[in-house]
């Protein structure tokens, strides 16, 4: 849904609406509500968390009191492994649903920032390590939630990916860096669902706060992507009103701030801020306000049932299987189980902070586990510090059980806003109770509860089957034992590296950074772009998961080897379920420039879909990879661009599991003014088009007459070592300029160029 503009309305508003009551308006009346404006008929909205339910304040007006009851879905880790844009969608619209019935006009969400480090405490909130997985799934939601007359709000903008000291840090990042990786996502969400709001985050970027940042919030969000919803700030992100406003900040959150409001009218009238420009923000906050009153809200009762059921079933999408030796899984339903962990009673399916909800009901796994089986139960890992009375208790359970489950969580306080994870660590009790389980019994299955990767290395080997269950929501007990019993076939994959150890991570050396400085050191290499490059061994790599079928790939074929941008590129494959269950699989596109003038990842994802395939059954797949597909930004530009020359279109399972290749070749690049300038080296003016077709007749001139040293190295060594010498030098050195100045000789050369 677009944003309608009922244009005479609103100017006619604004023409009616003195400074204050503007300025007003870009506050928030209360924690959860805008200003209304009785006199003018201006009702207020309201706006709740997010992102994965509602956490709707009972009392609309106080920060700190119990929410209303409301649907826990999976959040948005769990959401993204499903890979299933649709589901997300879904999701999307059951959140409206309770959005309407309990009175919430924006729900604030998702969340899509990406995942620089496992470490960081919000990941749960977040979808994935890939800008191109997280905007895509962000994108289904949104569509979802806004098809039904609820607006999302995309937060955190941006580059917002730790928690610590994230009120004040300041996120160093290079431009390409920032737009490849930390804006693609974004960029991806409001193109293509359009959002009607966008929440600022708290850190700064480069220097300069995100609720006072121009080049963020009016250059590229609505200059270069197109944003035409508000932007209102994380809560408490503000530092000073009038340069907020100025910088396209349209809201600050939460409110009342009367002193925020009075900055804003000083402003204006010393001169500091135009009205104009007041103008806009309000006009922009204004079409957002009445367009979301167009549906009506409140009054209705949340279809309780109706949607945990939606809850479990997407979150049976989402569960990725990690390991299954010897089909140790699925289970026959005739095992004697012995059930093994807090967390099989007492599920931890939701992360601690803003996004914490109060939840309409709760399953346990137990509870459906002994509907099913004989089932013996002992708590194993309730203490964090070593309890071997407890370990001995399940390994009696174990030793008398066919197969042992064994339900491990992080602590539900580890995975928050607010701070980020000290290690990937389960706690010395979990470990000690999973090696002590293991030697007692031959058929150990980890079910697993977690926001983001956890470090497996010590008892990985010793168990038979893993199931990522992540946090699933509160109906994820009932997707776990249909995943178990085989009621739902596996069909989740990754959305992020588990790594084997935290110091593998790319960005080890530089998260969370020192004191208010956060340097991005690794640059473009996030996730798998960076173990790629620096050819680390992983645990579990990007997009990984397992199925109890089996599928085979054949057939790739694309619509052209030699293309032109502007000519999307169609790339079909065939599918097959070569196993004896229905199952859905996850087929994965990722592009690799053969050669290019900036270092570029080794592969980069691109494309995506997920296919429901009954046994034998063969489907054929289609993938469309657009110009940007093949694009990097390039900084010397501040643009996307995409060379000529050939790219390796790479047909995965997995980033570490390619099925199928081809080439093709990028038959023109984007047409872009030269760079080149009297100081340029040889090697730019060789990789530019025009500057190579000046150039190299003169190099094979001074080639043919190449005598002495350059003779004796070769011609070509010769151009290697030059190549990084200004052109006025490589002239000056080898005389190719005969005797005209070369100084003066690369200067026309230059005017040529750029004639
Ligand atoms: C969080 C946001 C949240 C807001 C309102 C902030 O602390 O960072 O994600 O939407 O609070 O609860």
Redesign the pocket.
């Known amino acids: 849904m677009t944003l309608q503009e009922p244009k005479l309305q609103i100017s006619d508003l604004i023409s009616q609406m003195t400074l204050e009551e503007k300025a007003a308006l870009c506050t928030g009346a209360s924690p959860w509500r805008t200003v209304g404006i009785e006199r003018l008929g201006l009702e207020p909205i309201v706006l709740s968390?997010?992102p994965h339910g509602l956490?709707r304040a009972s009392e609309i007006d106080s920060m700190m009191v119990e929410s209303l009851p409301a649907t826990c879905f999976p959040v948005a880790a769990t959401l993204s492994s499903s890979w299933d844009v649709e589901l997300a969608g879904k999701l999307g619209q059951a959140i409206a649903e309770e959005a309407i019935d309990i009175g919430v006009d924006i729900v604030?969400?998702p969340?899509m920032n990406i995942k620089r480090s496992p470490l960081c405490g919000r990941n749960f909130?977040y979808f994935s390590e890939d800008p191109l997985l997280a905007g895509k799934m962000a994108a289904g939601l949104i569509e979802g939630m806004q098809s039904k007359g609820v607006g999302a709000?995309v937060?955190?903008f941006a580059v917002n990916n730790q928690e610590t000291r994230r009120f004040t840090v300041d996120a160093v990042v290079d431009e390409r860096t920032l737009h490849e990786i930390y804006l693609a996502g974004f960029e991806l969400a409001i193109r293509s669902s359009k959002p009607w709001t966008v929440?600022c985050s708290?850190n700064s970027v480069n220097g300069t706060f995100a609720a006072e940042n121009h080049y963020l919030l009016t250059e590229v969000l609505r200059d270069q992507w197109g944003f035409e919803g508000f932007v209102m700030s994380?809560?408490?992100a503000v530092h000073d009103r009038p340069e907020g406003v100025k910088a396209g900040l349209d809201l600050e959150?939460?409110g009342p701030s009367p002193d925020r409001t009075q900055a804003v009218i000083d402003a204006v009238n010393s001169g500091d801020l135009d009205m104009a420009t007041l103008d806009t923000v309000v006009e922009r906050l204004l079409k957002v306000i009445l367009h979301a009153q167009e549906t009506p809200k409140g009054g209705g009762v949340i279809d309780v049932e109706g949607h945990h059921a939606l809850a479990r079933s997407i979150a049976a999408d989402c569960m990725v299987m990690l390991k299954n030796e010897d089909g140790v899984l699925p289970l026959e339903g005739n095992e004697r189980i012995a059930v093994i962990g807090q967390a099989a009673r007492m599920p931890v399916f939701q992360g601690g902070?803003?996004?914490h909800i109060n939840t309409t009901k709760v399953d346990n796994a137990l509870e459906f586990l002994r509907q099913r089986s004989e089932v013996q139960y002992a708590i194993g890992d309730a203490s964090v510090e070593l309890n071997q009375e407890a370990i001995d208790e399940a390994v009696v359970l174990a030793n008398n059980a066919d197969v042992a489950l064994l339900f491990i969580a992080l602590p539900e306080s580890v995975e928050s806003?607010g701070y980020d994870r000290p290690n990937l660590y389960l706690t010395p009790q979990q470990v000690a109770l999973i090696h002590a389980v293991a030697a007692a019994n031959p058929r150990v299955v980890v079910i697993l509860n977690n926001g983001s990767a956890i470090d497996m290395h010590s008892w990985i080997n010793d168990v038979d089957a893993i199931i990522e269950a992540w946090l699933p929501g509160q109906a994820g007990a009932g997707a776990v034992v249909d995943i178990l019993f085989g009621d739902v076939n596996p069909s989740g994959k990754l959305g992020e590296t588990f790594p084997i150890k935290l110091s593998d991570t790319p960005c080890h050396l530089n998260f969370p950074g020192e004191k208010d400085t956060v340097h991005y050191g690794e640059g473009i290499y996030v996730g798998y772009r960076g173990y790629d490059a620096m050819e680390r061994d992983v645990l579990f790599p990007f997009g990984f998961g397992l199925s109890y079928t089996q599928f085979e790939y054949s057939n790739l074929s694309v619509s052209a080897t030699n293309f032109k941008l502007g000519q999307p590129l169609t790339v079909t494959l065939d599918v097959t379920n070569v196993g004896y269950v229905a199952g859905k699989e996850i087929v994965q596109l990722y592009v690799s420039d053969v050669e290019s003038r900036l270092p570029r990842p080794i592969k980069e994802l691109k494309a995506f879909a997920k296919v429901a395939l009954e046994p034998g059954e063969t489907k054929q797949i289609t993938l469309t990879l657009d110009d940007r597909a093949f694009m990097f930004y390039d900084p010397d530009y501040g643009q996307w661009l995409a060379e000529a020359g050939a790219f390796d279109l790479l047909v995965g399972a997995s980033s570490a599991d390619i099925r199928l290749t081809a080439q093709v070749n990028l038959t023109e690049g984007s047409a872009v003014a030269s760079l080149l300038h009297v100081y340029s080296t040889l090697k730019d003016w060789m990789s530019d088009p025009k500057g190579a077709e000046i150039v190299k007749p003169m190099i094979d001139n001074f080639a043919s007459q190449a005598m002495g040293d350059a003779e004796a190295l070769g011609v070509d060594s010769m151009l290697v070592f030059f190549q990084d010498l200004p052109l006025t030098q490589v002239l000056r050195f080898t005389g190719a300029g005969g005797s005209e100045s070369p100084d003066k000789i690369v200067q026309a050369l230059v005017d040529k160029v750029h004639a």
Do not use: N, Q, T
């Open positions: 968390d997010g956490r604030l969400g969340g909130e709000c937060k955190h929440m708290y994380d809560w408490g959150m939460p902070g803003s996004s806003e």
